[in-house]
């Protein structure tokens, strides 16, 4: 799986301005719609919020997976976004998230490309420094290598 096409600079927002969890969920579908990457804005926000009713995606140590499998999601894809204040999302180490790693899944994808990124990514969010570097990354570049080198890894 190439990175070029799950994610782009565009779709990493390192100062996301919100105060609960359905602000920073807005604000990162808003980002996939501005990238054409979704049909319906209103579909893929709402699909999310039942996900996460069913079960928090609030992995710990201040990272959420939210993600949504749906007929609205043109391509796969990769959205991140990272808070300066501390976000209240029912994580299972009840501490709150301040980084967000979304995954827009089509439908038509089954549960191949879901489940690997999903797999690759809570694998290695155990690794301190691999949560470190991610916590740490100032430009949107640096997210970008870093996750190509986990996907690539991960899916090839």
């Known amino acids: 799986m190439e990175i070029k096409s799950l ?14 969890q359905k602000e920073v969920i807005s604000q990162l579908t808003s980002l996939l719609a501005k990238q054409g990457r979704i049909d319906s804005e209103s579909v893929f926000f709402q699909g999310v919020l039942e996900r996460e009713e069913e079960f928090t995606t609030g992995f710990g140590n201040g ?17 991140i ?6 976000i209240d999302w029912n994580s299972l180490d009840d501490k709150p998230v301040t980084f967000i790693i979304m995954l ?6 089954g549960g191949t490309t879901h489940l690997q990124i999903l797999a690759a990514l809570s694998g290695k969010l155990m690794d301190d420094e691999f949560r470190d570097q991610l916590m740490n990354a100032t430009q949107p570049k640096q997210i970008l290598e870093l996750i190509d080198e986990l996907v690539t890894q991960k899916t090839n």
């Open 81 to 86: 976004g990272k808070t300066a204040n501390e």
């Open 7 to 20: 994610i782009d600079e565009d779709l990493i927002e390192l100062n996301l301005v919100a105060a609960t």
């Open 63 to 79: 990272f959420a997976i939210p993600h949504c499998k749906s007929d609205t999601v043109k391509t796969a894809s990769i959205i």
């Open 104 to 109: 827009a899944i089509p439908a038509t994808e």
